[in-house]
């Protein structure tokens, strides 16, 4: 089964209360979530492999450290994930970025996948899959489908929002994928948003209804 990890610091749990608040405009709306996913980029990478090297400061040599093993990619789910790039690229700048483009069925209420466009060498990278909300887990799934069609082995999926059903939707269908996300709510409601939530975080990033 996928590891679960809830990212329960006290700067995101404040950052996230301002984000679900409907009061809260697109363009603050916008900022802290990039804040949220930087906050949440430096704990998904905390066990990343390091090397050694020597370097001299004004003083003295010493020793120095730089990531090794697989370069990283950053893959959003289009388009609410388009809103955790900039925070995830501020503190790793050399990661490339692909995209993969999924709408909702309003009828059927699943993901019909449009656009995929992915790094030439992305099944050589770690790969982190963006999407504020994992709802009912559809997009997610499909994602790391293609991904892994890609050739790609070594994913973990981002979410700020995640309802229990879309959890164990991915644990499910992907068990070897790690889910890194800031809060776990209740659950979907008939329209399958999840609740509390935060409403449609792509309307609400990008100013749309």
Known sequence: MGKLTVLDHPLIKHKLSIIRDKNTGTNEFRKVVTEISQ????EVCRDLELETYEIE???????GYKLAGKKMGLV??????LGMVDGMLSLIPSAKVGHIGMYRDEESLKPVPYYAKLPSDVEDRKIFVLDPM????GSAIDAISELKKQGCQDIRLINIVAAPEGVKAVQDAHPD??????????????????IPGLGDAGDRLFGTK
Do not use: F
């Open 57 to 63: 400061t004004p003083i003295e040599k010493t020793v």
């Open 134 to 137: 994992l709802a009912t887990g």
């Open 177 to 194: 994928v790690a889910i890194y996300v800031a809060a776990l709510d209740k659950g979907l409601n008939e329209d399958a948003y999840i």
């Open 39 to 42: 906050l949440m980029c430096y």
């Open 76 to 81: 959003p789910i289009l388009r609410a994930g």
